[in-house]
């Protein structure tokens, strides 16, 4: 490979590696979605280095070497200053909703983190024009780059703390600006380098770390006294942290009969929020209050059951299930570095629950456990979903999450005993949203099993902060039944719903004004319930595997009447995920547009230009938002596949990169004249539409088959399947972008431009198609965008100007 | 590129003085405790921004208790907040006041205040004293007021607040609120403020027969549900009560 592809290669390198650890940290001093909506905006760097190099063209071109250079140095800086620069201004997102005042600080924010990505790509953007000849080995470089870029920063995320992680990707920066200048003088290479290096080493001397949000659970906690963090452990699923405190207790939704110790315990936290608890095994007395909570329900109708734990955590439920006379337990728990830390900060072996003879610990995602086991328990347990102020605040809305959906719980109830019991807490929440779609979800997963005793077959109890529910494959008997009124009689929980439940039962001990949850529920079972979900201003429909987003209840028709009860500045606290999602998508469309629509104020009236000018938008926007369409949809999906979010993320990113890289390396190679190009981009929407829909339609047979497999052939089996849909997305840009230089030169950093924004906005655009409608509507404007690029694709221009390669801006 | 040395020496310099020292230390927090001076024109000003605010944002919202009404126009609530929300202490809303913690809303100030039904005669104990506004609006209607903090810098800047302000009948502790104040126990009124997934054992002991409970439930910014704890004869109920009417059915409205 010549130099110029090198330079780009590990520039592009340096900024997808610096994008994740922008992510990581972010949502460690934030939150996800406030880090995703800012560094959303960032992005369009991308979109507005294309607006620049068009304005700048000749300019730029004729002073392509000291452009370059300094775009590097640049990029360089402010990769390396983002953290310090971040650091001089406080931002809290929370009163952006009522002080104009932080609307500058959050701009702030979108510059800083704006300009390495602006000069980033301008340098590729740049690299294009200069090289039109070489784009398709070029592009190649900016693909595969991002592609290990992504890998290397999720690599980077075990081993380095992630505030250093900017000063790391700026680093490699200068490797960039190093092999860009080796052949040239001696004296610009070190008048480049040198500074710019010492400056590295200052900021490494002094890494600056931004403060975390006041508001998050481990600040809170931080406070406490004598509070001490007693173990760390960092990795892509997030910063763990345990923390011991005297005054730190936990015991959600505990009865109020309860008059006994509650034992101050250690507590731990991912990205700063609340995880669990983790208990010491020797103050068993003290230890009581967990059967004194909703979720000890089912361990009151069943003797020495086999118990699964789905989510294990921190092990709470583990230890409940055990202290309930439990013959095994088999815990189920993702974060293997969880495991760790537990492991870490429990002095004595035989302390730790997990090691325990009779619990059998599984480091895996919940829905793979299940696709791959063949056992039957007595009792499956899904402990509490997330922090008690979390939830509150919706802020999960943007996370796909595939264990409370119907074809989870289906899997679950399938792995229950004749007899077994489900049973799955949730906070209480006012008005109820969680718990509503709760028993919606579950009561489809039995609807589907074909029963016609649903109403047998449920039963649902609140305290006055937390509900449970229990599912069983059969009908609770009436044993089992009385024991269930026994046990709320005895804590003073309510009864919300029970087989032959009379009204006289409810709303008896934590009384509500109007027993909502109650009369809901009643017509969430009965044949009502497509009305009541139609009516309720909340949207608790069944969550489901081609619509994951059990947190979301946000719906656009109640919007009105929620503003009018809980004021305009109250409504974002529902739902802060999705408002930002929004967001997010009102500022990305808006400045997309403005970049998009203000080169073209400039263009000279020549009437070829502006023939070129709809064709250019419609198939090089068409590809963007199909790309990002079809990326996004494999993550999401492949989330199921692999078994953690993160594998996902990096598999599909780095390999659709990589793969596409490769395709655009040998696109010039296809499109020769017997074939035609629009044959060969008609092969390609009709490839990526066929294994877009296989991976989409035929989801449930490649999680069993995953299942089965150890994590590395799960990985290589996910690169194997994305290979070929890479390979042919890889094709399209490099075709017409060389299309374009041949017919019309100026026009091509404008396409470069609209590429960017196209695939930025619809990034989130996609997410926000998901949440809203289904993955299949993704999939259906995936397919309609690659036809749009298909049919515009002969106003580009007449024959082809020179070799060209490749697919979509390497933006994500 | 020799042109370029010197630039590049000059953005060396400009970065060293950018990248800040991060030990800053901590704003000292008798500071925050001292009263702010404000002229008799200010004063008065602010004396009509909380007589409109216990117009429109309580007494319309449907709080009838006289004593609570009186309180909420007495205590001056801006010598609460921090100075930088000094203009917005009489909105509808609540205001940051550091360290994750916020100084309620008026409307759920009073709200919470008319469901303890407290007295001349009546003592009452607050877990999480915040800026002291709440323990305030207490002292103005009962006899006396036991507070308790945790973040000692909070808990300290409240008591200097309030003993500047007067507030004699208030005693403030920096201490771990889920043991309680074992010795002016038992209590009228408890109220809860900092947002809990528990209800400590000890202050339900602490509550006095017939006494009442409130605790806030929902985020620092937006409360979801208060909950009301009642003591009969040694036995507890509870209730929630919806700070807002909630209508759940579209069709319904």
């Not at chain 1, 906690?221 to 963090?229: G, N, Q, S």
């Not at chain 1, 101050?264 to 004194?292: C, K, P, R, Y």
């Not at chain 2, 409970?213 to 937006?222: Q, R, S």
Request: charge should be neutral; aromatic fraction near 10%.
């Amino acid at each position: 490979m010549d130099r110029p592809a090198w330079t780009i290669g590990i520039l592009s390198f340096a900024l997808l590696a610096f994008e994740i650890s922008l992510m990581r940290i972010l949502s460690y001093v934030q939150w996800y979605h406030f880090a995703y909506m800012i560094i959303s905006v960032a992005l369009l760097g991308f979109g507005a280095s294309g607006t620049l190099l068009f304005l700048f063209r000749s300019y730029f071109l004729r002073r392509y070497e000291i452009v370059i250079v300094c775009a590097v140095v640049l990029c360089t800086l402010f990769m390396a200053l983002s953290m310090t620069l971040l650091g001089i201004v406080k931002f809290d997102p929370y009163r952006i909703i009522w002080k104009f005042s932080e609307v500058w600080s959050l701009l702030y924010f979108y510059a800083v983190l704006f300009l390495p990505f602006l000069f980033g790509a301008s340098v590729v953007g740049l690299t294009f024009m200069k090289k039109p000849h070489q784009i398709g080995r070029l592009y190649f470089a900016n693909l595969v780059g991002s592609g290990m870029g992504s890998i290397g920063a999720i690599l980077l995320t075990y081993t380095a703390d992630p505030t250093t992680l900017p000063t790391i990707t700026a680093s490699i920066c200068i490797l960039a600006l190093v092999t860009f200048l080796l052949d040239r003088p001696r004296r610009a290479l070190i008048a480049s380098t040198v500074p710019v290096g010492v400056i590295l080493l200052v900021v490494l001397w002094k890494p600056a770390i931004p403060e975390m949000s006041e508001y998050k659970s481990l600040s809170k906690a931080l406070l406490l006294p004598r509070a001490t963090i007693v173990g760390k452990r960092r990795g892509p699923l997030g910063m763990l942290v345990a923390l011991d405190s005297p005054a730190l207790r936990y015991a959600p939704g505990l009865s109020f009969t309860y008059t006994r110790r509650i034992p101050s315990q250690l507590g731990v936290f991912a990205d700063g929020e609340w995880v669990g608890t983790v208990i010491d095994l020797q103050d068993t007395t003290a230890l009581e209050f967990l059967e004194h909570a909703t979720s000890a329900l089912a361990h009151r109708l069943k003797a020495e059951p086999v118990v699964l734990t789905l989510g294990a955590g921190t092990g709470s439920d583990v230890f409940l299930s055990l202290k309930s006379g439990a013959r095994s337990v088999t815990a189920v728990e993702m974060n293997g570095q969880l495991i760790e830390l537990l492991k870490a900060v429990v002095p004595d072996r035989r302390d730790l629950l997990y090691e325990r003879r009779n619990v059998v610990l599984r480091v895996e995602e919940a829905r793979t456990f299940l696709s791959g086991s063949q056992d039957r328990f007595d009792i499956i347990v899904v402990p509490i979903l997330e922090g008690f102020t979390a939830s509150s605040a919706g802020t999960q809305a943007l996370f796909e999450n595939y264990l409370f959906t119907v074809e989870s719980f289906s899997e679950m109830i399938d792995h229950l005993q004749e007899d077994g019991i489900l049973s799955i807490t949730t906070w209480m929440d006012y008005p109820p949203r969680s718990s509503l779609k709760l028993l919606a979800t579950i009561a489809e997963a039995l609807r589907e099993t074909g029963t016609d005793r649903l109403n047998q077959q449920v039963a649902m109890i609140r305290s006055w902060g937390t509900v449970t529910l229990l599912a069983k494959r059969s009908p609770f008997s009436e044993s089992e039944v009385s024991a269930i009124r026994g046990f709320c009689e005895e804590n003073f929980f309510d009864l919300v719903y029970v087989p032959g439940i009379r009204p006289s039962e409810l709303n008896r001990f934590h009384r509500l004004e109007e027993p909502i949850l109650e009369n809901a529920a009643g017509e969430v079972l009965s044949n009502r319930r497509d009305e009541f979900l139609r009516e309720y201003q909340f949207f608790v429909d069944p969550a489901r595997d081609n619509q994951p987003y059990f947190s979301h209840y946000f719906k656009w028709e109640s919007l009105p009447y929620l503003k009018e009860v809980y004021g305009t500045s109250g409504v974002p606290f529902f739902e802060w995920g999705y408002v930002i999602l929004v967001a997010t998508l009102i500022q990305l469309g808006s400045l997309s547009l403005l970049l998009i629509i203000f080169p073209l104020f400039f263009l000279q009236s020549k009437g070829r230009e502006k023939r070129r000018i709809s064709p250019t938008l419609l198939y090089f926007g068409g590809i963007g938002v199909g790309y990002m369409f079809v990326e996004v949809l494999m993550i999401q999906k492949f989330i199921l596949f692999l078994g953690q979010p993160i594998f996902s993320v990096a598999v599909v990113i780095a390999g659709m990169l990589v793969f596409s890289g490769v395709g655009s390396f040998f696109s010039h190679r296809l499109a020769r004249p017997k074939t035609g190009p629009p044959m060969i981009l008609a092969i390609v929407a009709a490839a990526v539409i066929g294994f877009t829909s296989l991976y989409l339609y035929g989801a449930n047979t490649i999680l069993e088959v995953f299942a089965k497999l150890p994590v590395e052939l799960r990985l290589t089996g996910g690169v194997v399947l994305l290979a070929p849909l890479g390979f042919v997305m890889g094709v399209p840009f490099p075709l017409g972008l060389g299309r374009l230089s041949g017919s019309d030169a100026s026009l091509v950093p404008w396409a470069w431009g609209i590429n960017g924004c196209a695939s930025v906005v619809s990034a989130t655009l996609a997410t926000f198609i998901a949440i809203n409608q289904t993955f299949v509507a993704v999939l259906v404007i995936a397919a309609i965008a690659y036809l749009l690029a298909l049919v515009s694709f002969g106003g580009l221009g007449g024959g082809m100007a020179h070799s060209s390669r490749s697919g979509k801006s390497s933006s994500n | 590129m020799r042109p370029l040395v010197s630039y590049w020496f000059l953005v060396l310099i400009v970065a060293v003085i950018v990248v800040p020292d991060h030990n800053s230390p901590v704003t000292d927090p008798t500071a925050a405790s001292i009263i702010r001076p404000f002229s008799p024109q200010q004063e008065s000003e602010f004396k009509r921004l909380r007589h409109r605010m216990v117009e429109r944002q309580i007494r319309l919202r449907g709080i009838k208790d006289q004593s609570v009404l009186e309180a909420m126009r007495t205590v001056p609530r801006h010598q609460f907040v921090p100075p930088s929300s000094i203009s917005e202490a009489y909105e509808d809303r609540p205001l940051p006041i550091g360290y994750g913690q916020t100084i309620s809303q008026p409307y759920i100030v009073a709200y919470m205040t008319e469901l303890l039904q407290v007295s001349d005669q009546s003592n009452a104990l607050e877990i999480g004293t915040g800026s002291g506004y709440q323990a305030a609006v207490l002292a103005e209607i009962v006899d006396s007021v036991f507070t308790i903090e945790i973040i000692e810098l909070l808990g300290e800047a409240a008591e200097g607040r309030l003993k500047n302000l007067a507030y004699e009948n208030v005693q403030v502790k920096v201490a771990d609120g889920y043991y309680g104040w074992e010795e002016h126990a038992p209590y009228d009124a408890i109220v809860v403020t900092a947002a809990a997934e528990h209800i400590p054992p000890p202050l339900i002991d602490q509550l006095k027969d017939s006494g009442k409970m409130v605790i806030p439930v929902g985020h620092p910014f937006l409360v979801q549900t208060l909950i009301l704890v009642e003591k009969h004869d040694g036995k507890i109920t509870s209730r929630s009560l919806l700070p807002v009417r909630f209508v759940p059915f579209r069709r319904s409205r």
